[in-house]
């Protein structure tokens, strides 16, 4: 298989995009490609500051999209309300949802909480991004050809889902071992979802990916969570933002990228190389347990998706 870069990103001229957690790393890359491809591109970011740098680094590279930012926390399911909310209210500017980009996350802190009082990682990584995905879920109906992408990790190999204790409060809390439950629930939502759009008559595809190894700021807690010295830890990175945002953005463009299918690295076993087709692992694939985890997360969450009105809406060309 040839290698997929930058180049082979079809024109996104008048594709609206949402990326969470765009103001570092593969979120911040996948923003700039896009607005690079000519599409209007939504950052989202829970820091201001780190925001509005990150629009001010993208707008002065000219790129032939244009891009404007706004707040989220994904650990706030009020913020996740305001910030769909915002959108929907704001027509003028984003009229239309062609991607939305499920990117933002945190991995390996010592035990939090969201302000739900959710396990930090499980409360980010998954429940933020399900609500969002919920909330917006209509919009992108609408829009001719529009995909949700949802980034994975190789750690999902490593995670099990403990559906009676989904938040850490009965088990002894290891970061690691919660960040892996986070990435699986993350593939499951992707495969749950396609299946539910599949069945509603909606033309949306749900496809994952994962960045293999790639040197972000996510990194930050691991020297504290595993003992290992950060320098150790980045000797062992293979690639840099860009090469990792890579795949997500297959996963969002390329028009062989189907529905349910699952993209990362090619080399040294997933770690690095240009994004390919990737293999995930059997608990990835357990539908009752995908079936399961969704129903918790709506009752978690409090947001029902409205797949009985989604396939009816006449899309714009």
Excluded: C
Excluded at 71 to 95: C, E, G, I, P
Excluded at 236 to 246: E, V, Y
């Amino acid at each position: 298989m040839a290698a997929w870069s930058f180049d082979d990103i079809p024109d996104q001229t008048g594709r609206v995009a949402v990326v969470t957690g765009a103001n570092t790393g593969i979120g911040f890359e996948t923003a700039r490609m896009l607005a690079g491809k000519g599409a209007r591109v939504v950052l989202t970011y829970r820091d201001k500051g780190k925001g509005e740098a990150a629009l001010d680094r993208i707008r002065a590279g000219q790129p032939a999209g244009v891009v404007t930012g706004a707040k989220l926390d994904l650990a706030d399911l009020d913020s996740v309300t305001a910030f769909a909310d915002a959108y929907r209210a704001y027509r003028a500017d984003h009229d239309r949802l062609d991607l939305l980009i499920n990117n933002a996350g945190v991995m390996a802190p010592p035990l939090g909480r969201t302000r739900q009082g959710f396990e930090l990682q499980f409360g980010t990584n998954h429940l933020g991004h399900f609500a969002l995905t919920g909330e917006l879920l209509p919009l992108l109906d609408a829009a001719p050809a529009a995909r949700v992408v949802t980034v994975s990790s190789l750690a999902h190999w490593t995670g099990g889902i403990d559906i009676d204790d989904l938040n850490w409060r009965q088990r002894r809390y290891r970061p690691w071992a919660a960040y892996g439950q986070s990435k699986l629930a993350n593939l499951l939502f992707s495969l749950e979802l396609q299946r539910r759009l599949t069945e509603a008559g909606s033309t949306v595809r749900a496809v994952a990916a994962h960045p293999g190894l790639t040197s972000t700021e996510i990194g930050r807690h691991q020297g504290r969570s595993t003992g290992e010295s950060r320098s150790r830890v980045e000797r062992m990175i293979r690639m840099r933002p860009p090469a990792g945002a890579l795949p997500s953005l297959r996963a969002a463009t390329d028009p062989q990228a189907a529905a349910g299918s699952y993209w990362g690295p090619a080399r040294r076993f997933g770690t690095s190389g240009p994004p390919a087709p990737a293999r995930s692992s059997a608990r990835a694939k357990d539908t009752v347990m995908a079936s399961r985890l969704w129903s918790e997360s709506e009752q978690l969450t409090g947001v029902a998706y409205p797949f009985s009105a989604l396939g009816r809406t006449e899309r714009p060309a």
